[in-house]
Nanobody, 126 residues
Framework: QVQLQESGPGLVKPWQTLSLTCTVS??????????WTWIRQPPGKGLEWMGV???????YYSPSLKSRISIVRDTSKNQFMLQLLSVTPEDTAVYYC??????????????????WGQGTQVTVSS
């Protein structure tokens, strides 16, 4: 069973870099045809797909975030990390990592993903 756990600071100052880690257990991130996604939900809004890294290390990002986002993986630790540059209060959200057995671009329906982390609240405030 694939399990995911997000971790990182809960408070980030404006214009700093938001960094989160998703630790994967139950499977190697390099397992063929597994994809590792970051999704967020701002307060009072719906889920927003942010980006994905594949089992082979390929990345795909939301066009709206492409200038600020980076997703990297550390296969030695079985983790993948989200970095979001120059954050503003609009980046305040619950951030989730999720796993899927196929490449999902842009969609966030829960039933499309095989596993979700519990989510971590990140607030951008001075």
């Amino acid at each position: 069973q694939v399990q995911l756990q997000e971790s990182g600071p809960g408070l980030v100052k404006p214009w700093q870099t938001l960094s989160l880690t998703c630790t994967v257990s139950g499977i190697s991130m390099s397992t063929v045809n597994y994809y590792w996604t970051w999704i967020r939900q701002p307060p009072g809004k719906g889920l927003e797909w942010m980006g994905v890294v594949s089992y082979s290390g390929s990345t795909y990002y939301s066009p709206s975030l492409k200038s600020r986002i980076s997703i990297v993986r550390d296969t030695s630790k079985n983790q993948f990390m989200l970095q979001l540059l120059s954050v503003t209060p609009e980046d305040t959200a619950v951030y989730y990592c999720a796993a899927s057995k196929r490449l999902i671009l842009g969609a966030t329906s829960e039933n499309l993903f095989d596993s979700w982390g519990q989510g971590t609240q990140v607030t951008v405030s001075s």
